[in-house]
């Protein structure tokens, strides 16, 4: 009996060495980066991260030290409203890009709780939206989107299986392995590796591709043709609008927002994307905007206008580039910088 059981013991020893080998090399590499500290996320790295996970690490490690009070909140969009951009116009405050690939309400929400919650000051907000943004109430899914724990109703748990199951699905693994050592690209890491070639400023969590701006006004054709192929014979002699997206969850969410603002005095502004689809923010959402947030405060660049027309401010049909979000600051603040 001893000796049976000495042998499954062996056994179960022997089957387990892969499984310890998997997990050692999941916590040693951390492709997503969420198991380690990292000084600068982007440095070296050839994986699209959880744009949330970094923003809120990012804030909860540095806040104590550089002690932010000014706020970019959004989806990916809102990376073209840059701190560097934004300061002259927030009297000395301390800005963040609090964003997120993919921004849902909830979690935009949450995200502002937060700072309130530890005693964060909120002197400045920017909140860059969209229809994308304001029709999403549940929380994002999978590795590039789901938020994180500390901050959201997201298990650590469930979390972190989001990530290992990535790793060992699909022989991400093995992959991620071969390019990390080798750098040489092959048909099957297709969707895996990001070639784009990221720029971050790891105090005020600025992502941005200045490469692509170069590459726009050096030979903004050859770009267009490059980025966007056939998606350039876009139909823009119609007026379209968006469906409805705000309704008594949303008015929840927002309204939670603006009593936050509300308790921090916060100067806040909120832009509407001058979208590459040129679709106007429904018309009722835009009422509803007016009357939580003050019309003065909401600034509409959805539909055709100035930036939608012209396909060079933007990187592809999803994301305007920074020099349109400098001329929209230029509108909603002034040439004046102003105080708090």
Known sequence: MKNRSGIL??????????????????????PKRILHNYANYQDSCFIELDRDYVSNEVYIKNAPKYGYNAFIFGNSRSLAFLCSDWKQYIDGSIPFHYDAFGESLIALRDKVKYI?????????ALIVLDHDLLSKITYGEGPIFIPHPSVSNISWLSFQYTFFELYINNFYFIKYIDYYYHRKYKPNMIMMIDKRPWDYNPVTNDLYCTKYDLELEKDPSGYIINHFGTSILRDTSKTVFDNASIGAKQIRYLSEIKTIFDKHHTNFKIVVSPLFNQKYLNKND???????????????????????????????????????????????YGAKIISH
């Open 116 to 124: 309130d919650g530890k005693k964060g000051k909120i002197n400045y």
């Open 286 to 332: 835009i009422k509803k905007l007016h009357q939580i947030f003050g019309s003065q405060n909401v600034n509409d660049y959805s539909g055709k206008n100035e930036y939608t027309r012209n396909i060079e401010n933007y990187y592809e049909t999803s994301h305007y580039r920074p020099k349109v979000a400098r001329d929209i600051l230029k509108k909603i």
């Open 9 to 30: 013991l062996v056994k179960i020893f022997f089957l387990s060495i892969p499984v310890f080998i998997l997990l050692g090399s999941y916590i040693y590499y951390d």
